[in-house]
């Protein structure tokens, strides 16, 4: 408990240290990345303040959204999307940060039900151009974003990426940078975004230096992950 409380702590100090560096004067928001942790460290973590939580695995975030039903947790989906997947993910999520292709857009829409607000997504962009990476390419990504503002229960707040893993500051920010242009590029054509969603454990700092809004930190915060994925 207090070890979860004390990351907890240091990370937030953190993110308000790199802001001010920054020289920002909005938030972020730390999502706490859950996957393979034992619904017990969510509990905790939640009791010492967390709210948002993100999850990589369908079947794996249910059976922690049961135990911890008690909780007003808001739940985002983070992981690779397969698409007999989209039901399950439209119904048990508030977030998808991974939305990389029509297919996966149209089924999330077609199964949120109208009676849930619309559900939260991003496009997540393959910034690097890796053909191995998943993620629309910068190409692809005003299509489906102008797709997803015709979808009526889904509603775009922005892009996700996952850079390649970068030791130096240096290389982290440039590799954000790129992200960050794709997203203000976006919004200068139009569209309503808000949320850019770069940094995990080892390079949050530069994500926020280059204007994320969302951080996505799982073993700073939680420790290894154990629960095998
Ligand atoms: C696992 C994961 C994270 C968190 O990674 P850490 O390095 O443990 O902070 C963030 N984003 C996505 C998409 C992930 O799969």
């Known amino acids: 408990m207090t070890i979860i409380a004390d990351s907890l702590q240091a990370i937030q100090a953190n993110i308000h240290a790199a802001l001010t560096a920054a020289g920002r004067k909005d938030n972020v928001q730390l999502l706490a990345v859950s996957k393979a942790q034992s619904a017990d460290k969510l509990r905790n973590a939640y009791l010492a303040g967390q709210r948002a939580f993100g999850e990589n695995y369908v079947q794996e975030a249910i059976n922690k959204q049961q135990q911890l039903s008690d909780l007003n947790i808001e739940w985002h989906f983070i992981g690779p999307i397969q698409s007999n997947k989209t039901q399950l993910i439209a119904q048990h999520f508030d977030w998808v940060h ?72 240096a290389t982290q920010c440039a590799q954000f940078k790129i992200v960050h242009t794709a997203f203000k590029n976006l919004q200068q ?41």
């Open 98 to 169: 991974s939305v990389d292709r029509l297919k996966i857009a149209e089924r999330l829409s077609n199964a949120r039900s109208p009676s849930l607000p619309p559900l939260n997504v991003c496009i997540q962009i393959n910034s690097s151009e890796e053909a191995t990476k998943s993620g629309a390419s910068l190409a692809e990504t005003i299509a489906l974003a102008n797709a997803i503002n015709t979808m009526p229960n889904l509603i775009l707040r922005g892009l996700m990426a996952i850079p390649a893993p970068a030791n130096d500051y």
């Open 189 to 229: 054509q139009g569209f309503a975004i808000d949320t850019l969603s770069i940094g995990m454990s080892e390079d949050y700092v530069a994500a926020i230096h280059e204007g994320a809004t969302i951080v996505r930190i799982g073993s700073a915060l939680f420790g290894a992950r154990s629960i095998p994925a």
